[in-house]
Antibody
Framework: QVQLQESGPGLVKPSETLSLKCTVSGGSISSDGYYWSWIRQPAGKRPEWIGRIYSTGTTTANYNPSLKSRVTISLDTATNQFSLKLTAVTAADTAVYYC???????????WGQGTLVTVSS | SYVLTQPPSVSVAPGKTATMTCGGDNIGNKIVHWYQQRPGQAPKLVIFYDTNRPSGIPERFSASNSGNMATLTISRAEPGDEADYYCQVWDSSTDHRVFGGGTSLTVL
């Protein structure tokens, strides 16, 4: 079955760029009808949707309005991965970051295990 | 932006019925999804489109949505149901996916 796995640095310095990848295994990232999303969750808090990109990468990504100016999500069909870049990070960006598959009416039916990213000097 | 309100905690005795609420302005006009998150794990979808269970989710899990409140019900609660439960909707005005603050379910 399809599985998702996040990868990337666990520690990022303030003001730098957080970069994560999500590898999709057991299926094609280009399968029609799916969106690929990033969600984060600070310790003890609710999940926060960051943004999403359509499976074919042919449409513009959608972002959380509160993060839109700092976020880029992209798709690489050759490697079956999608990526997150978050610029100018601060301690408030410290969280577990999840990649997830988003279905039609905006629910997430498949999640990666999550990766903790700490912003600290 | 749209706000979802959940009680921080709910307790239930084993074998009894647990009810968790998710409040929002006219939430009955929105589509609600529910997730279960055990400690140290990713959230897991337990209800989608207000009342539907994904494959593998027991029939003990059910939900409803009307007016200003959505409700997740777990009947015959088991110790394995202990987890945080989050409701989630799509806010069409901002194209934003919004999560509630979560309810911690204790089975004791």
């Amino acid at each position: 079955q399809v599985q998702l796995q996040e990868s990337g640095p666990g520690l990022v310095k303030p003001s730098e760029t957080l970069s994560l990848k999500c590898t999709v295994s057991g299926g094609s990232i280009s399968s029609d009808g799916y969106y690929w999303s990033w969600i984060r969750q600070p310790a003890g808090k609710r999940p926060e949707w960051i943004g999403r990109i359509y499976s074919t990468g042919t449409t513009t990504a959608n972002y959380n309005p509160s993060l839109k100016s700092r976020v880029t999500i992209s798709l690489d069909t050759a490697t079956n991965q999608f990526s997150l870049k978050l610029t100018a990070v601060t301690a408030a960006d410290t969280a577990v970051y999840y990649c997830a598959r988003e279905m039609g009416l905006n629910y997430f039916n498949l999640w990666g295990q999550g990766t903790l990213v700490t912003v600290s000097s | 932006s749209y706000v979802l309100t959940q009680p921080p905690s709910v307790s239930v005795a084993p074998g009894k019925t647990a009810t968790m609420t998710c409040g929002g302005d006219n939430i009955g006009n929105k589509i609600v999804h529910w997730y279960q998150q055990r400690p140290g794990q990713a959230p897991k979808l337990v209800i989608f489109y207000d009342t539907n269970r994904p494959s593998g989710i027991p029939e003990r899990f059910s939900a409803s949505n009307s007016g200003n409140m959505a409700t997740l019900t777990i009947s015959r609660a088991e110790p394995g149901d202990e987890a945080d439960y989050y409701c989630q909707v799509w806010d069409s005005s901002t194209d934003h996916r919004v999560f509630g603050g979560g309810t911690s379910l204790t089975v004791l």
